[in-house]
């Protein structure tokens, strides 16, 4: 007899439809990206007892186990339990079995660079800050890509999501501590965005160029700048990849504070769900906003939510993409 | 009731007790100790230790070494020498009030070298450094033991101190004080009880650092080339001349001066006087734009000699008090503990 399926509730499962007419793959999930080694055992059990003993590494931070048949689902869901406690329920996500498997699989994994507890350069526990925003948005059906950046190197592809977050330290100097050695101004120019500059022999900064990497903090050799401990973040959105018009994320929001962040994330599912085309089997947010305009989305992602008096909000999205049908190449 | 004259004494304070002592202390001495200042580290989420004003036990840290070493409470990153307005000229007021500094025993060699550098080194001390030095008062934070793996004050022969005129040891939340200076005596709780505490040293470095024979390496550098061997060429592919293991370091005493003009009142002004060190780019800049230690190795070298050899044929001693921030602070992993050990195995195998 051939296997009845019910593709949608499948997929809503986090196992996907695959080109083996036979066989499943399940999409595990590892919120910021960094992990217990000891839960790879099981992750390998999974592969070697139901599916084809190989697995997949996602450029979203996830595992992908296939060849698993689809009758055995039921079961690689009860095996998968530990995992779920572990890299899930831990960290706050809302589970109520978690025997059952992943309860959606739209909002997709939120991944994370390595950040501050390998990365010098990073101005953030990117892993830590992921999983928070893991438990404020997961489960959700509607699909959503997030991830987190340590510093404007943006090793995530944070510019490929439709929100992208990236670290920013609010550098401050101590200017009792300048020498004038210009080392944080040559670097700042050669490598950044040209912030700083020496006045009367001490380095000064351009708020509204400075974009907050924290190099300079790394290249003074007095300590003269430092970072507030307070963190803050840049969010960039609607970046993406895919058929019609891919293209970097713009900067939505500058230094905002973590509240703003988990605020806006929070918003943007009654948006979704407010302006989705139905008729579609799947709308992207990005075309959503494409539709809705950015004023409407602005409002809709800041309804409620109480700014840090730091923070700033994007006039315009300023996107850096381009239309395939428009495209040299598509006319010749 | 009142302390016999210049006898020693030692007790075990309680926190209490012990902020007891510092706020009495503070009615005459401004309280300058290493304290850890939360985020404010190299790199985001780690703390900062550094030197600041204190006013309780419990902001002092005891267990690491700062960063940024003490010399700057004597000898500040950057300092006004004099305003100028016009033709008149004047000098900034320093604090008046005299301080207390405590600092561990390798640092309190390293004031010997600043000493050195700053009032016997001309034939007039340095007016600026002499001020300051007269108000300060050195309180030792015991180190039972190497604070870390970057420590070489063993080897440097700077473990020991008696120069303090008190000693701190942190226990269990309570402190061990011994007092051997007239003045600071009255400080003391009454209620404070004696204790059998004198402060012990460490007699061992993690990892043994040989330091050369001053002579030897003299007669190494005049007689057979040493400044050409092939591991300074190794340095000047290593270093960055970032500069950090001069700033970190307890001795480095070398400054320039420029003078600046208000962008609001242009003929007024100020000279000042910053930090500059050899490591760093344009210490050694010369009219008409030549550098003679260009190549980071030949800075190397310099710095190297200048800790072990040059000042010790000057003042009878190292530079170097083995404090090893230069090693815990230098991004490349360049280990001077390392170097002047390579340059002893150099010599030995001459
Ligand atoms: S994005 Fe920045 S913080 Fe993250 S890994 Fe890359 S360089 Fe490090
Ligand atoms: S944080 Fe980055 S952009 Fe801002 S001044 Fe420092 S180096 Fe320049
Ligand atoms: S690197 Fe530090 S000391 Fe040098 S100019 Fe910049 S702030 Fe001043
Ligand atoms: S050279 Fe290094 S170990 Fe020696 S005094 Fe300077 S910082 Fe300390
Ligand atoms: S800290 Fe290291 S890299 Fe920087 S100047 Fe010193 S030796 Fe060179």
Redesign the pocket.
Same mark, same amino acid.
């Given at each position: 007899m051939s296997t009845d399926l019910n593709t949608k509730l499948i997929m809503r499962n986090a196992y996907r439809i695959t080109s083996d007419r036979r066989h499943t793959c399940l999409r595990v999930r590892v919120p910021g990206g960094h992990l217990e080694a000891r839960h790879l055992s099981l992750i390998q059990h999974i592969a070697d007892t139901y599916g084809n003993g190989t697995v997949h590494i996602t450029t979203r931070q996830g595992f992908e186990i296939p060849g698993i048949p689809y009758e055995m689902i039921p079961e690689v869901n009860r095996a998968l339990a530990p995992l779920l406690e572990a890299l899930e329920v831990a960290i706050g996500v809302p589970l109520d079995d978690t025997t059952q498997g992943y309860p959606a699989a739209g909002t997709r994994n939120v991944a994370a660079c390595i950040g501050n507890r390998v990365c010098p350069f990073a101005n953030n526990d990117t892993t830590a800050l992921a999983q928070r925003i893991e438990a404020t948005i997961f489960p959700n059906h509607y699909h959503v890509k997030v991830a987190v950046t340590g510093c404007p190197n943006d090793c995530i592809k944070a510019h490929l999501q439709d929100f992208g977050i990236i670290g920013q330290?609010a550098?401050e100097i101590d200017a009792a501590r300048c020498i004038g050695c210009e080392a944080?101004v040559t670097? @700042?120019r050669k490598r950044?965005?040209g912030?700083?500059e020496l006045q009367n022999m001490i380095a000064v900064?351009d708020a509204q160029? @400075?974009?907050?990497?924290?190099?300079?903090?790394l290249?003074c050799p007095t300590g003269a700048?430092s970072r507030n401990p307070h963190k803050f973040f840049r969010m960039v959105i609607l970046g993406r990849t895919g058929k019609k018009n891919p293209r970097l994320a713009a900067t939505f929001l500058e230094w905002a504070a973590e509240p703003v962040i988990l605020a806006v994330l929070r918003n943007v599912y009654k948006f979704i769900d407010e302006h989705i085309d139905r008729s579609l089997p799947k709308e992207h947010l990005g075309y959503i906003v494409d539709r809705i305009g950015y004023p409407a989305f602005r409002d809709a992602l800041l309804d409620g939510v109480a700014l840090n008096p730091q923070a700033r909000v994007a006039e315009r999205l300023d996107f850096h993409g381009y239309w395939h049908t428009a495209d040299g190449i598509m006319q010749w | 009731m009142h302390d016999t004259p210049s006898e020693t004494r030692r007790v075990r304070l309680s926190c209490e007790e012990a902020d007891i002592l510092l706020d009495n202390l503070a009615a005459h001495y401004r309280l300058f100790a290493p304290v850890r200042l939360p985020g404010r580290g190299r790199f985001s989420d780690q703390d900062a230790i550094r030197y600041a004003e204190v006013h309780t036990v419990h902001e002092i840290e005891h267990a690491r070494r700062s960063h940024f070493s003490p010399k700057e409470i004597l000898f500040p990153v950057s300092q006004t020498l004099f305003y100028l307005m016009d033709d008149a000229l004047q000098e900034p007021q320093d604090d008046p009030r005299d301080m207390l500094v405590f600092l561990r025993a390798c640092d309190i060699h390293g004031i010997a070298r600043l000493d050195d550098i700053f009032l016997n080194n001309g034939p007039e001390p340095e007016p600026y450094y002499a001020r300051r030095r007269a108000r300060i008062k050195l309180a030792l934070l015991e180190c039972r033991h190497s604070l870390d793996e970057h420590c070489f004050c063993v080897a440097m022969g700077t473990n020991r101190t008696d120069a303090y005129a008190m000693a701190v040891r942190c226990d269990e939340g309570q402190l061990l004080v011994e007092v051997r200076d007239d003045d600071l005596r009255p400080a003391l709780p009454a209620s404070a009880a004696p204790a059998d505490f004198t402060p012990e040293f460490p007699t061992a470095d993690p990892q043994p650092v040989v330091v050369p024979d001053a002579d030897r390496l003299q007669s190494a550098i005049r007689d057979h080339g040493f400044f050409a061997h092939p591991m300074w060429a190794d340095y000047a592919k290593r270093c960055i001349a970032c500069g950090r293991c001069n700033t970190h370091c307890m001795t480095c005493s070398c400054f320039t001066a420029y003078d600046i003009a208000y962008t609001e009142q242009p003929n007024a002004g100020e000279r000042r006087r910053v930090w500059a060190s050899c490591h760093i780019d344009r210490f050694t800049d010369m009219a008409g734009g030549h550098a003679f230690r260009d190549e980071n190795g030949s800075r190397m070298r310099f710095k190297t000699m200048h800790k072990i050899h040059d000042f010790y044929q000057r003042f009878g001693r190292h530079m170097c008090v083995g404090c090893g921030r230069c090693d815990a602070s230098c991004p490349e992993y360049i280990s001077f503990a390392t170097c002047i050990s390579a340059i002893s195995r150099v010599l030995e195998e001459r």
């Open positions: 330290a550098v944080c670097n @700042c950044v965005t912030a700083l900064r160029r @400075c974009i907050g990497c924290g190099e300079c903090v290249k700048w | -």
